[in-house]
RNA sequence: GGGCAUUUAGCUCAGUUGGUUAGAGCGCUACACUCACAUUGUAGAGGUCAGAGGUUCAAGUCCUCUAAUGCCCACCA
């Protein structure tokens, strides 16, 4: 074990070597384990068309951390993983790909295109696992599902039947968004709202009444109405105005002659008009408007249809037939113009739907769809988030949550693509029933025809994802009990009966509800609450207990990264350059809970170099260390007296490991993976290891060396525990190090089987940590005036310490070694009062003088000035401090031990004020 | 229109329930390559905690208002 480590850590060497480890040991795998409590993460399923980016690597790093460390503490832990196979961005990268060989998938058939994403998901469709495998990723793969997985579809046609058979699924024609360049319905949240400088075009409508069409200056001749969109005036059925507007009173109920159509439409009247929007007459398109379509129902005006679904106009737009809605909104205009029917044109910033695949402008178009009415389900969500059931970190998303779902609108699930689950439903060609099925129908159960055909629009993805935490668990297959299941995985296929809660696997039983989801806030409302909604409809049970939502990553402006801006920061570029501990350890210490990450690529350095600290105390340890005697050390430690040194890492280290312990069960990553990282460095490292180095390398044998070496050792290695959710390969590979078994040896041993280090109240000493601290103070001091005094290096100085108290002398005089080495002393003298030594300078840590001995003369102006100024900072807080101990609301009300610390700090600082003032009147 | 978040050192950000002297990383300054580590060590400089008002014995922390920035939602023709 005392091999030679390189000087450098060198992460490629070792990730891939662990990974495959962990793998072939099957150290990820979790199986119902009755004796265990059970601790279980489903992933946010990547798109099987994804790339690993920021968001993912921060995402999954969140949920390594997770489940790596209650797997430390003894759950049976499951990070359950999967692939999503995203219906719409699936099917426009194999379109993609068609069309570099000329084809459309027309020209395919469903059938054979179908096959043709398969193969394409053969061939890159475990990309991404791949790269979360480089992440460190502890998932138990070989139950990795997909959302197309057969057993998974099946349980999607039963959600679909089941909720069919409640009456909650319906086919209705409506304005939805409608995405021209994918050609397929979209759910609202699929076409979310951006900003877009438009104008807003003011145009006249002729009043059939008048004289003639022609229009004339007078404005009874015709009504003005405003519109962002005036291509869609082809299809206007209606001008509506408020009933309460004086200014059309006069004309409700008379007709127009739509320009460019001439076609015959009325003014009516509607108090959704909102007066003072434009000019408080609105153009009604009903098939073009989600608004204009309820004022179309509610006045039953006529709808014409404009556009062809991939956004060019039809025939009914006339002259206009065949030219794309913005070149046709252009020509509309200049045809206005000429026709002397634009009155002006305004400037005006509008929010249009986008598509969420394809960022194509949302068309509203009117199409038959079929829904899920929301309502019934969303009661029983909101309840179980509203009674805690459920529990959102941090907490600001739950009113999120519940706004949206209090206002839940009826969900769009049909989708014109080919790619995804195909609607269970199948439509008698005879009887012109519709019939949800299962399995599928051969005969129309109402009238017994055979002339069936099954609905073409697929389901929405997400109709598939909603299911995610207890269909990857192999519902609605029946399983068998807990104890069997291990060594009978089979399941087999039921049909649906009607009670859905009762049927579970036994792994769905033990992992059911799951613990947490981690996600980013946008997936809030497409994955989140339909969970949340699916949980309590089909297993009548909440789908997980918390819900942690992490920051978005941005780039160092505040950008969310994206390829388009090209601000992408690779974190397999980092993984290869800075090592994925690096990668995972640097995003998480910036990471605070729920904040956005600004990231820029210096940032791993601070992984990488912490990686490098920990190796090069590992190596120095390693180094050092007498293997017989750690070894025969570790079984008969307790009970040796192992000196305030090594008492004091032992105290340091356990309160870290309780911090440790809070914030992670707080999900406060950062504040954990900090405390580590301070402590590591800047106690253990800068501290104890300077101070155990002379004992260390020193190879005499030793009761001290011994206790040094052991407690060296074990912290080494308690923290390398700690930190392994964080740095999963590095620990692994130093841990493997410090192991004493030899080659004859073949058990299987990893960090990742240990126990997580238990908190030893015990073993936190605060007495040994305050002595410890004057001690590092005093040491500090003595650097510090060295280079105030401006002394190089290698001059060799002297030290007077005056302490009073003959306890307090011997324990520092039992570290007077340590102290001359740390602070660069070539000789100490402690003496018992302060008696301003010759030609010195002296500093005051507490009740200890400290008086460096000059050979030549002290520059008292410079010293002077420096204890003036201290002298006055110290009178500014004592006053400050009194007037707060004079006032009688505090002494009342303030706690009794806050009153103490101020009045001991009070003393404490008086005490100093007057050594500093005769220490000041010395220096003459 | 509604909601949420952010504003603390030159930069990027921590700061849980209000309680000594407000922290870190990077950057900066000075010094040091003495055998764990220059991906290092030592020491240091740097902050009226966005502004105003309020509650309190006590406010970076709680309340109100204001300003700036960002995000989300909404039937913004």
């Not at 006249?204 to 404005?219: A, M, R």
């Not at 505090?890 to 050594?915: C, G, S, Y």
Request: charged share 25%.
């Amino acid at each position: 074990m005392i091999d030679e480590l390189s000087k450098q850590y060198h992460p490629k060497e070792t990730e891939d070597k662990w990974y495959k480890f962990w793998e072939e040991n099957n150290l990820f795998s979790a199986k119902a384990n009755p004796k265990k409590k059970p601790f279980c993460i489903v992933i946010p399923p990547p798109n099987v068309t994804g790339i690993l980016h920021m968001g993912h690597a921060l995402n999954n790093t969140i949920q390594d951390i997770l489940i790596r460390y209650q797997r430390l503490k003894g759950r049976e832990s499951l990070w359950m993983p999967g692939i999503d196979h995203a219906g719409i961005a699936t099917q426009n990268v194999v379109e993609k790909q068609l069309a570099k060989e000329g084809l459309k998938r027309q020209d395919l058939g469903r059938e054979k295109f179908i096959e043709r994403v398969w193969q394409w998901k053969e061939q890159y469709g475990s990309t991404i696992i791949k790269q979360l495998k480089k992440l460190g990723a502890s998932c138990d793969w070989p139950r990795a599902r997909f959302t197309m997985d057969e057993e998974y579809s099946q349980a999607v046609k039963e959600v679909f039947v089941a909720l069919w058979g409640k009456g909650l699924i319906y086919q209705d024609n409506k304005v939805i968004n409608w995405c021209p360049r994918c050609q397929t319905a979209l759910s609202d949240e699929e076409a979310p709202h951006r900003e877009l400088q438009g104008n807003l075009y003011y145009i006249k409508y002729p009043l059939k009444e008048s004289p003639s069409h022609q229009v004339t200056k007078s404005p009874v001749e015709y009504i003005i109405v405003a519109t962002t969109r005036p291509e869609t005036m082809l299809g206007d059925t209606a001008v509506a105005v408020n009933p309460k507007d004086k200014r059309y009173k006069h004309i409700v109920g008379k007709t127009l002659i739509l320009p460019l159509v001439n076609r015959e439409i009325k003014i009516i009247a509607d108090s959704l008009v909102d007066t003072k929007f434009g000019t408080g007459a609105v153009k009604v398109t009903p098939s073009h408007d989600p608004n204009d379509y309820l004022l179309g129902k509610k006045h039953k005006l006529e709808f014409v249809n404009v556009m062809h679904p991939d956004g060019r106009m039809n025939e009914n737009a006339g002259d206009y037939s065949g030219l794309d809605r913005f070149e046709a909104r252009e020509v509309i205009l200049e045809d206005l113009k000429e026709k002397n029917l634009l009155e002006k044109t305004e400037a005006h910033q509008l929010s249009a739907g986008h598509c969420y695949r394809c960022h194509t402008i949302i068309e509203p178009y009117l199409s038959r769809q079929w829904f899920v009415k929301m309502a019934p389900l969303a009661k029983p969500a909101i309840a179980a988030v509203k009674t805690g059931k459920i529990k959102f970190y941090p907490k600001r998303w739950t009113k999120v949550y519940l706004n949206w779902m209090e206002n839940i609108q009826d969900w769009c699930i049909s989708r014109q693509i080919w790619w995804g689950h195909r609607i269970p439903l199948w439509h008698c060609q005879d009887c012109q029933k519709t019939a949800a099925s299962v399995d599928d129908l051969k005969e129309c159960p109402v009238c017994k025809s055979s002339h069936l055909k099954q609905d073409q629009d697929v389901l929405d993805t997400w109709f598939s994802s909603w299911l995610w935490p207890f269909a990857t668990f192999g519902w609605p297959f029946v399983g068998e009990p807990v104890s069997q299941l291990a060594s009978e995985p089979v399941n087999r296929l039921k049909t649906l009966t009607g009670k859905p809660a009762n049927r579970q696997t036994g792994e769905l039983k033990y992992f059911y509800p799951t613990s947490v989801l981690v996600t980013a806030p946008e997936i809030i409302f497409f994955w989140v609450a339909r969970m949340i909604m699916a949980g309590e409809e089909f297993m009548r049970d909440i789908p997980f207990r918390d819900v942690y939502i992490h920051g978005t990553v941005r780039d160092i402006e505040g950008k969310k990264m994206s390829k388009s801006l090209g601000n992408i920061i690779d974190p397999l570029d980092i993984i290869s350059e800075y090592g994925a501990d690096a990668l995972r350890f640097s995003l998480i210490s910036i990471t605070a809970q729920g904040q956005d990450v600004f990231l820029s690529e210096d940032r791993f350095q601070q992984g990488r170099n912490f990686a490098n600290k920990i190796w090069n105390a590992a190596r120095f340890i390693l180094m050092n260390l007498d293997k017989a005697e750690v070894q025969a050390g570790l079984e008969s430690f307790k009970g040796q007296d192992l000196g305030i040194v090594n008492r004091w890492i032992l105290s340091r280290f356990y309160s870290v490991l309780k911090e440790t312990d809070k914030m992670l069960g707080a999900y406060r990553f950062n504040e954990a993976a900090n405390a580590l990282y301070g402590f590591f460095w800047h106690e253990f490292c800068d501290w104890y290891l300077e101070l155990a180095k002379p004992i260390l390398v020193n190879r005499e044998q030793s009761a001290g060396r011994r206790n040094t070496q052991i407690v060296a050792y074990k912290v080494l290695e308690k923290f390398l525990r700690v930190i392994h959710p964080f740095m999963p390969f590095i620990t692994e590979e130093i841990w493997q190090k410090l192991q004493f078994t030899t080659s004859q040896s073949h058990r299987v041993t990893s960090i990742m089987t240990q126990a997580w280090p238990s908190a030893q109240e015990e073993m936190m000493d605060k007495a040994a940590e305050a002595k410890l601290n004057l001690i590092f103070q005093v040491i500090t001091t003595i650097r510090n005036m060295r280079q105030e005094l401006e002394l190089a290096p290698e001059k060799d100085i002297e030290a007077v310490i005056a302490a009073s108290g003959k306890a307090h002398r011997d324990f520092i005089d039992s570290l007077s070694l340590d102290i001359k080495r740390l602070a660069g002393l070539s000789a100490m003298r402690i003496e018992e009062k302060y008696q301003h030594p010759r030609s010195s300078i002296t500093s005051i840590i507490k009740d200890v003088h400290i008086s460096i001995l000059l050979e030549g003369a002290v520059d008292l102006e410079k010293e002077k000035i420096k204890i003036g100024e201290r002298i006055e900072k110290i009178e500014l807080e004592i006053s400050a401090k009194q007037r707060t101990l004079a006032n009688k609301g505090f002494l009342q009300k303030a706690p009794a031990e806050v009153i103490a610390k101020e009045k001991e700090r009070v003393v404490e600082l008086t005490a100093t004020l007057k050594r500093l003032k005769e220490i000041r009147d010395e220096l003459h």
